[in-house]
């Protein structure tokens, strides 16, 4: 097994971080397409401030066409990928975040990204008011208006069904036997060739072959 879940586990980068031979050891990427992601990156991180960093104004900007969007999934998936946590997302972080998409990429590593994702508070626990919080925003996110109280319905039910322990708070263990048992939740985290994740950068890419970056 690759040594993506060690990279994925945030440690910090090393010394040839940046390096397309090392990100393709270390992902589930060939040089060829770390090569191809480099090309897209240049567009993200110079469109609104040329500095070879991608700043979360750039991210809201590729998904939204609007820099000053704001929401909260979005700003739950920058901070994941910015794996330093300075702000910014260098090249290394950009490509070792894609990677947890890649169809390749094995279902354990998809399921530990979800659950930081809805870890907000960092707790190795999702607390009923984080996954409230998420589930908004994913709606919000999907254009769906659904009620307080369908809101309020979807979460008690997945607190029930996934809280095993009966503590109010979903751990890890319980997380992925939840998520195991409820295999459409990853549809989104398998996105074959990264076309839909890269489909969200539609003003970036222009000149990408979207279907080389398997």
Known sequence: MRAFRNCFSLKKPKP???EPSILAAETHFTVNK?????DLFKKLSSSVIDDGLIHKEEF???FFNNSNKQNFFLDRLFDLFDIKRNGAIVFGEFVLSLSVFHPRAPEADKISYLFR????????FIERDELKEMVSALLSESDLSLSIDAVES??????MEANLKCDGKIDEEEWKEFVTNNPYILKNMTLPY??????AFRSFILNTDVTDLE
Do not use: S
């Open 16 to 18: 040839g971080f940046e």
């Open 34 to 38: 770390v090569e191809a992601l480099h």
């Open 117 to 124: 994702l809805y870890d907000i508070k960092q707790t190795r």
């Open 154 to 159: 979807i979460v008690d039910k997945t607190v």
């Open 60 to 62: 809201q900007l590729a």
């Open 194 to 199: 990264l076309k839909e994740l890269t489909f």
